[in-house]
């Protein structure tokens, strides 16, 4: 399965939300929380539609246990630098070894040289699941014998 199929599942919820570096994570957290993410694209802050790195959930917890006034942590203390992107051609089980590699949660997904969603963990175990679903109750339907009948 192809990722932009999953983007296409989501494409309701798939909006891109941001944060200057140069916010604090009080503000960040809020932002998450306004949105319900679980991460931002960090900007520069002289230049808004450049994308400097990524603030997850899980990077804001690790300054937690780490600065005990977290709160006026700057995000570009505590976010990921190294940006890694996909492509909505690349196959679901490459970017969840991507993923796995770089303990990484979120991934954002470009096209035509713009970012044009963000894709979760839990995204990609959801859509497996319903393809499996699916092909469960395929089998089952062929194994019982109701496969193709016209039963109304």
């Known amino acids: 399965m192809k990722l932009k199929k999953i983007l296409a599942e ?4 798939n909006k891109v939300y941001s944060i200057r570096a140069t916010a604090n994570l009080k503000e960040a957290t809020q932002k998450l929380n306004e949105h319900n993410v679980g991460c931002l694209l960090v900007t520069d802050p002289g230049n808004p539609e450049k994308y400097i790195g990524i603030i997850a959930q899980t ?4 300054k937690c246990a780490t600065d005990e006034d977290f709160r ?7 976010m990921v630098k190294e940006l890694i992107v996909a492509t909505g051609e690349d196959e679901v089980e ?3 070894k991507v993923m796995h590699r770089h303990k990484i949660h979120h991934i954002p997904v ?3 040289g713009k970012i044009c969603g963000i894709i979760s963990i839990t995204d990609i175990i959801g859509s497996m699941h319903e393809e499996d679903e699916i092909k469960i109750r395929y089998l ?3 194994m019982g014998g109701t496969y193709g009948s ?3």
């Open 10 to 13: 989501k494409s309701k919820n």
């Open 59 to 62: 990077d804001i917890i690790r």
């Open 72 to 78: 006026e942590v700057k995000v570009e203390q505590a």
């Open 94 to 96: 490459y970017i969840m």
């Open 110 to 112: 470009i096209e035509k």
């Open 140 to 142: 089952s339907d062929y």
């Open 150 to 152: 016209n039963v109304y």
